[in-house]
Structures are given as structure tokens and as C-alpha cells.
């Protein structure tokens, strides 16, 4: 059902997505799809007698918007948009979409399936928010500026620094030397099938066989065999601590290190966390040190790091905090030939990174005077 102030929530457009999943593209319209009829549409009230097909296209634009590689393609099968597949039954296109991922297909459909139909369903939501015009468009999508990258110029002391946006699971993040992955202060890492940044680096980490089971969990590995090294094995860490393991299976993907970063402190007695800006601030710059101790042991050297908003999911710190103490070390950081991405989920949260960080478009050859550019927009 929508939310209160309009917009319609991620579970509720999750469940039609399913319906369709089940009953495929060529029974759309015995299906009883309110949310997604209202997503399709311009206006209230102005769904035609071709609304199915306007559901469709609104489908399709949701998963031209997950990036490329695996997940596109996985859910491309999954609800038949993929050539050949629309009047598929719904076992064929699940085998289809099992087979993107190496998984059998229990497997996919226990872990990999939710995650693919979640992405659509959160798509969903953002175009039906940002302007989607199904018949009333001819069929077109009225995005808005930022797609899956934004590229973001800020000003600190007279120089330009550029930060590349990512805005899409950070399972998919590809070429980037180093990934920070946030943790507790145990710096022990969540089950593979939960849905935290932590949880999906050792997903995407793990080493399968050719039936998707897990036959090496490498990251978990090294990172308790760094525990054990340290002498944190049976007590927490610090916060601001780094732990640095390799990629495991994440670099076929172009990673070469994972970092994991104790921002979050355990509250005895309870599931909840604590979590300081003044934390996460010594932990990027822990970061970015520790790349820069690492960086000639590579070949070539590390060159690219990137960060998700450290503490702003389970850690319960608001995401504007986590931003500034982000961007308070990364401002600091004197390395100007590093490559800095930060990486977020929701287009909406993108919008507030840029917000807060206060990008703009720089003139060419312009360094002084750059904070008066500010609010021009994002490249």
C-alpha cells in the first residue's frame, strides 16, 4: 500500500513484483497489480485499456536501471523481459536466471532470488517518485540527472577533489583496488545471507563450486585469522581499527583488498549498536593510511578506494552524520592522485551525499575561487 505521504513502499510493490515473477508478462492482466498500475501511469486515474503493457514498460525500465552484469541479467529471466522468455513458465525462467549466478536452482531461489526481485521492486518506487510516464510518455522514462554514477567535484583549500558516486549494491562494484566494509568492534562478519554491506562483500567473496554451494569462505577467513594475529579474537577491538584482508572470489571483479573498518560499538544486553562521527572519521583515516602503507606491495600499486556510509545502517548513525565525518577525513587526505568512490543503494541517499558534500561543476583551468560554483549541480 502507499505510504502516507504518497509514495509507495518497497514491500507492498515487492509482492506484485512476485505475482508477476509467478505468473509471467502474458497473464499481467488477470493480476491484481494496483501499485504497479499506478506507478505506469502519469496522473491518477489515467490507466487505459493498455495498461499491462504500460506495466511492462515500467518493468523494464526498473532493470535497465540495476547496472549491467549478473543482477540485470539474472532479473531479465526472472520476469521474462529477456528475448525469448515472455512466455516462459515460471520454473524455466527461474532455471534461466539461476544459471547467470552458477547456483542450482534451490539455491537461487533460497538467496539469490529476493535480492534480484528487491532491486526491482526499489526501482519501482524511485521512477514512480522522480517522474515515470508510462502512456502518457509514449513509453518513455523521465529519469532524473543521476543514473548509476555520479561524479562529484568538491572544494577543499583551494583544489579540486573528485568523488565517484556509485549508486547500486556494492556486490557489483567493479575495478576498484580497495573496498571498506563497515563492522562492529568484534570485527566479526555477518551470515552470507543477510543483507548488510559486510554480509554481501563475504557473499561475493566466497569461492563456489560449479552447483553454487560455498566450498571457501576466504574473507571470513583471513579476517579471523587477522583477529587471532592481533589478539582481538576474544575481545573487541577499538573502534576506528582496520583490518585489511584479500578479495576473495571479488577479484574477478577487479577488488584487491577489503578493509574492514570496527565502527560500531555493541550496546551490552541489547541487538543495537553506538556509533560516533568522531569513530568514523578515524577510520577512513585509518583507511586511507593503511592504503597508502600497502600501496607499493601491489603491482601495480593500490590506486582506488571506495566507501559505503560507515554506520548509517544497523550502526543507527543519520546518514548526514556519517557523510560529513566521511568526507572530513577524505578531505584530509594528502594523497591527491588517490582515487576516492562512495558507494550507496538508493538514489535517494545519492541525492543527500551530494547535498551535504555540496559538489559542483568545475570551470577548466579555474582552482581559485571554486567555492563560489557550489550548488551549479553535480557532473
Excluded at 169 to 176: A, I, K, N
Amino acid at each position: 500500500m502507499p505510504t502516507p505521504n504518497g509514495q509507495l513502499d518497497v514491500a507492498s510493490v515487492l509482492r506484485e513484483v512476485k505475482m508477476v515473477r509467478l505468473e509471467g508478462l502474458v497473464r499481467i492482466r488477470g493480476l491484481d497489480l494496483p501499485l504497479l498500475r499506478r506507478a505506469a501511469t502519469s496522473a491518477p486515474g489515467a490507466v487505459t485499456e493498455a495498461w499491462p503493457v504500460e506495466v511492462e514498460n515500467l518493468l523494464r525500465a526498473a532493470v535497465s536501471r540495476l547496472g549491467g552484469g549478473d543482477l540485470q541479467e539474472a532479473a531479465e529471466f526472472t520476469l521474462g523481459l529477456a528475448p525469448g522468455m515472455r512466455d516462459r513458465a515460471a520454473a524455466d525462467r527461474r532455471r534461466r536466471a539461476a544459471d547467470v549466478y552458477h547456483l542450482s536452482v534451490e539455491r537461487f531461489r533460497k538467496s539469490q532470488e529476493d535480492m534480484v526481485l528487491g532491486q526491482i521492486a526499489e526501482q519501482v518506487c524511485w521512477l514512480a517518485g522522480t517522474g515515470y510516464r508510462g502512456a502518457a510518455g509514449v513509453g518513455t522514462v523521465m529519469l532524473a540527472p543521476h543514473l548509476q554514477h555520479r561524479t562529484l567535484h568538491m572544494a577543499r583549500s583551494g583544489r579540486v577533489r573528485t568523488v565517484i558516486l556509485h549508486i547500486h549494491p556494492v556486490e557489483l562494484v567493479r575495478d576498484v583496488d580497495v573496498i571498506v566494509s563497515p563492522g562492529n568492534t568484534h570485527l566479526g562478519l555477518p551470515e552470507m545471507y543477510k543483507a548488510s554491506v559486510a554480509a554481501s562483500l563475504r557473499r561475493a567473496g566466497a569461492v563456489r563450486d560449479a552447483a553454487g554451494d560455498v566450498i571457501a569462505d576466504p574473507v571470513h577467513e583471513e579476517l579471523a585469522d587477522w583477529r587471532r594475529t592481533h589478539r582481538v579474537l576474544h575481545r573487541p577491538a577499538l573502534p576506528g581499527t582496520v583490518a585489511p584482508t584479500g578479495p576473495g572470489a571479488l577479484a574477478a571483479r577487479g577488488v584487491r583488498r577489503i578493509y574492514h573498518a570496527a565502527v560500531a560499538v555493541p550496546k551490552p544486553g541489547t541487538n543495537d549498536y553506538e556509533v560516533t562521527p568522531q569513530d568514523v572519521s578515524v577510520a577512513v583515516a585509518r583507511a586511507l593510511g593503511l592504503m597508502s602503507e600497502e600501496r607499493e606491495a601491489h603491482t601495480p600499486p593500490l590506486r582506488s578506494i571506495c566507501f559505503p556510509l560507515l554506520g548509517a545502517g544497523r550502526g543507527g548513525l543519520p546518514p548526514e552524520s556519517s557523510i560529513s565525518a566521511l568526507w572530513t577525513a577524505l578531505a584530509a587526505d594528502s594523497e591527491p592522485d588517490r582515487e576516492l568512490h562512495v558507494i550507496v543503494r538508493r538514489p535517494l541517499v545519492a541525492d543527500l551525499v551530494a547535498d551535504v558534500l555540496g559538489g559542483f561543476r568545475p570551470t577548466p583551468g579555474v582552482q581559485a575561487g571554486i567555492g563560489e560554483q557550489r550548488g551549479q549541480g553535480c557532473g
